[in-house]
């Protein structure tokens, strides 16, 4: 089965570490540019990490504020989103997104042409 398949999450305390996967089956990592993006309840969605597989560009945006650092594993075709420090406010739904069309001039997925979505992995940062 084609599909992007999602690991990781769960229940960690302010400051902790959680490490997230998100692993391509039946196509090959190489040929997209991945994104994670989270939402938290009632909030609007927000990107937090994009990588052009091919070249190893990446970028990852404010909402991490460097604390979120994306990776790949060619061999294990799988992105990684690595989280450091986490907060409360980190708590949301992550999901990861593979896509063949990119934003022009980034390594970001082109939202409106997603091929791939994972299910989604839940980050909850609480004591």
């Known amino acids: 089965e084609v599909q992007l398949v999602q690991s990781g999450g769960g229940l960690v305390q302010p400051g902790g570490s959680l490490r997230l996967s998100c692993a391509a089956s039946g196509f090959t990592l190489d040929d997209y540019v991945i994104g994670w993006f989270r939402q938290a309840p009632g909030k609007e969605r927000e990107d937090v990490s994009c990588?052009?597989?091919?070249?190893?560009?990446?970028y990852d945006f404010p909402s991490g504020e460097g604390r979120f650092t994306m990776s790949s594993d060619n061999a294990k075709n799988t992105v990684f989103l690595q989280m450091a420090q986490l907060r409360p406010e980190d708590t949301a739904d992550y999901y990861c997104?593979?896509?063949?069309?990119?934003?022009?001039?980034?390594?970001?997925?082109?939202?409106?042409?997603?091929?791939?979505w994972g299910k989604g992995t839940r980050v909850t940062v609480s004591t």
């Open positions: 997104v593979a896509a063949a069309t990119k934003v022009p001039g980034s390594p970001c997925p082109s939202l409106d042409a997603v091929d791939y």
């Open positions: 990588m052009d597989i091919s070249s190893g560009t990446k």
